[in-house]
């Protein structure tokens, strides 16, 4: 079964640093682009970056440029985001979601169920 | 940034309608539009890529349509389980960014 499990969700203060992983199982981890998407409570979803197969290629949302980031071991089918000097509207749940090819064209068809995350003091 | 803007923001339909939600985009974005859908507490699934292409285990009664600015998604016949939350997502560019969502209600 194709699946995705993300984890590392938690209460942080803000400042803290947290790092998230996904774990990938049932495909070829290596052969497929990745992303963390993010939605905050009552929100509308937020993409926050993508990396390619071999992690030559990476974007972040403005939002976390600097702050956040991805990275992954095609070794471990894992996929990390870490997340330093959080604020509160850092707060969400964070899903790590496959993209279909590297152009981002098929768009992202397989999603893990998430980690919440909350930023509070 | 490319803003994607969604039509209605909610609607309640009954079974057996035909739905019709727009999204469109700030600039042309080609046909790399993609929607999903979401229940409440639960992961996004992915409908329809490249804006008019069904993805493999969406039931046919979903199409997608558009190029450029403007697309649709469309179900047919509205079925008890078509509940949630819809998103259309560009990603001609990034930052990737989606439409701010369409919470379908049944009637």
């Known amino acids: 079964e194709v699946q995705l499990v993300e984890s590392g969700g938690t209460l942080v203060q803000p400042g803290e640093s947290l790092r998230l992983s996904c774990a990938a199982s049932g495909f070829s981890f290596r052969n497929y682009a990745m992303n963390w998407v993010r939605q905050a409570p009552g929100k509308r979803l937020e993409w926050v970056s993508f990396i390619t197969p071999v992690s030559d290629t990476i974007y972040y949302a403005d939002s976390v440029k600097g702050r956040f980031t991805i990275s992954r071991d095609n070794a471990k089918n894992s996929l990390y985001l870490q997340m330093n000097s959080l604020r509160d509207e850092d707060t969400a749940v964070y899903y790590c979601a496959r993209e279909g090819d590297i152009s981002a064209y098929l768009g992202m068809d397989v999603w893990g169920r998430g980690t919440t995350v909350t930023v509070s003091s | 940034d490319i803003q994607m803007t969604q039509s209605p923001t909610s609607l309640s339909a009954s079974v057996g309608d035909r739905v019709t939600i727009t999204c469109r985009a700030s600039?042309?974005?080609?046909?790399?539009l993609t929607w999903y859908q979401q229940r409440p507490g639960k992961a996004p699934q992915l409908l329809i890529y490249?804006?008019?292409s069904l993805q493999s285990g969406v039931p046919s009664r979903f199409s997608g349509s558009g190029s450029g600015t403007d697309f649709t998604l469309t179900i047919s016949s509205l079925q008890p389980e078509d509940f949630g939350t819809y998103f259309c997502?560009?990603?001609?560019?990034?930052?990737?960014?989606f439409g701010q969502g369409t919470k379908l209600e049944i009637k």
């Open positions: 997502r560009q990603s001609y560019s990034t930052p990737y960014t």
């Open positions: 490249a804006a008019s």
């Open positions: 600039q042309s974005i080609s046909s790399y």
